[in-house]
């Protein structure tokens, strides 16, 4: 297969499932790319002609999906400042090895990125990496302090594609009433982890029978409803873009369904962990299933396949929360929440197609032009005159997953040692090979 680096000069994709929403497609057809653009693509596209050029690349298609690459809203790359747990360059080569071509990065970073130099900086390391793109999301709050609001303006001049306090919630209905009219006059959507922290102190899990069981203090749904349905009332006050980042309760998805066929400009994001793991997995006080919002029970995750499924919920976004062996080798109670996320959106969810609990066209618009709406970025898609940005996918492949082959410098997911089906084979960012099963990381 190609080699990772530089544009292949014609690669033909001969003969494969190729699924693009935004196209209505679904067929099994070629595809064929020049010197990093989609020439053509459809039934014969890759002519004998074609197939004879000496720079020619065949990819028989046989079995395999071909999808525009994806786009994670929801990302945290940890530079600057905790290079030990990721950094941009093993982040966005995680990113590539799942089959993302734009990755959106939280703010939490040491210092936060809350000022221009900081999402200039993060930028240009990432062009210098030449992997998939990095659009960095601001703070909306200076030192995520949740009192004074950044210069959102300078950070969107800057490149940034949103604003967010994630790890931390925007309490203050002040604070948040004028983050949402300020970032409204240019077009900015506030991203908004919803928790209320009166509610959550100290919480290690969800808040049930199981958290009981465990001795745990746990995380109330109500924590996260509360604050979801005061932001809905203030984005329809201000009439500003909302975005719920990692929704994870069934009252907050009634909220949004709600706020929705009232006409509000809210949306969502889900994450595969909390469209496929109960807070069940916290038995055993198992550290990688520790995660804020934290695992919630089958009802919650029925509540979540079905809005994402009817597009309640509008993407799909990974949270990929790296930390160190050292944060998660640990008692319970110490270990820093979160789990990666990037190098296994395929495989999860791809079991959800399978089960019949997701149709394939709209997992690959949640991943790709849903998000890049939210984000206000073209969207990858398999069109002829497009820059390549494509995902080539075995669906059939299992394996066990092996934290060795995670390109992430972090391993903490409840995944790892599991039997997993589907993977990606191949990763086209900006028209350029950016990953390829088997051969070394991204360069
Ligand atoms: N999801 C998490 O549990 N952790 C995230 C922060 C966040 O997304 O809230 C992190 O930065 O580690
Ligand atoms: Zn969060
Ligand atoms: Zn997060």
Redesign the pocket.
Known sequence: MAAIGSPPPLLLFVGVRAVDPAQQLDDVIDVVVEDGVITRAGRGAATDELRRADRAELIQGDGLLLLPAFVDL?A?LREPGQEYKEDIASGLAAAAAGGFAHVCA?P?TRPVNDTRSITEAMIARARAIGGPALHPIGAITMGQKGTELTEMADLKDAGAVGVSD??RCVTSSSVMRRALEYAKTFDLTIIQ?AEDHALTDGAQMHEGAISTRLGLRGWPRVAEDIIVARDVLLAEATGARYHV??ISSLGAVRILREAKARGIAVTAEVTPHHLTLTDAAVLGYDTACK??PPLREQADVDALREALADGTIDAVAT?H?P?STLEKDCEFAEA???LIGLELVVPVLLDLVRQGALPLGRLVDALTRAPARIARLEAPTIKAGARAELCLVDPNLSFVLDPARLRSKSKNTPFLGRQLTGRVKMTLASGRVVFVDGEGAAT
Request: net charge negative; proline share 6%.
């Open positions: 929801h945290h939280m939490n994630d790890g982890h980042a990692h995660v804020n949270d929360a930390h820093s929440p979160g």
